[in-house]
């Protein structure tokens, strides 16, 4: 399975307004901490993928924890790639089993989020700590990857926004950069 992803800054509340315009549904609030790992036999930097543990917390309802495996993007329009996600009952179990095959946490990100849906692709405004804000458009394909990116491009631009913008780094990739530039 691949997720199909779209990301670009902008401001939720033009979004927001945008979103009830189109009668999109909204589908749910969360808090979110990922925690990144390395690994100990390959540098996930170069060969581009990721390991995290993610612990949501919905505005109503109990939290939820997953493990997720990124692999590289696959093309250079979109933020597509391999993912493969389960879940877990307990996040501090899970940690302590990575830490004892040897990988290290490298990073958490933290983010509220709000998904909407419209026209069969999720709409997430993200509020990302140390980052701002973004909106993602994202759905899941078997293997029409271009479709699905078409499509994506089409929901964003119904947002009155530019697909032209897209940013293809990951929020971690993002605040590494912020933090290897000493920006604040």
């Known amino acids: 399975m691949y997720e199909v992803e779209v ?3 902008a401001d939720h509340d ?3 307004e945008r979103l009830a315009e189109l009668g999109a549904d909204s589908v749910n609030e969360v808090a979110q901490e990922d925690t990144y790992y390395d690994a100990p036999h390959r540098e996930f ?3 581009d993928e990721a390991l995290r543990v993610r612990e949501e917390t ?3 309802g109990e939290q939820a924890t997953e493990l997720t495996y990124k692999g590289p993007l696959v093309e250079a329009e979109s933020k597509t790639r391999r993912e493969i996600e389960t879940a877990v009952e307990d996040g501090d179990a899970a940690d302590a089993i990575l830490s004892a095959l040897g990988f290290d946490p490298a990073a958490t990100v933290r983010k509220e989020r709000e998904r909407f849906a ?3 692709y999720t709409v997430t405004l ?3 700590e140390g980052l701002g804000e973004f909106v993602e458009v994202e759905t899941e394909a078997e293997d029409d990857i271009e479709s699905a990116r078409e499509g994506a491009f089409a929901v964003l631009r119904d947002l009155g926004l530019d697909p032209g913008d897209q940013i293809r780094t ?3 990739g993002l ?3 912020k933090d290897a530039d000493g920006s604040e």
């Open 14 to 16: 033009a979004v927001r």
């Open 126 to 128: 993200d509020s990302v």
């Open 118 to 120: 419209v026209g069969g």
């Open 7 to 9: 990301k670009v800054r």
């Open 170 to 172: 990951s929020y971690l």
């Open 45 to 47: 930097a170069e060969t």
């Open 58 to 60: 919905p505005a109503e």
């Open 175 to 177: 605040l590494l950069e």
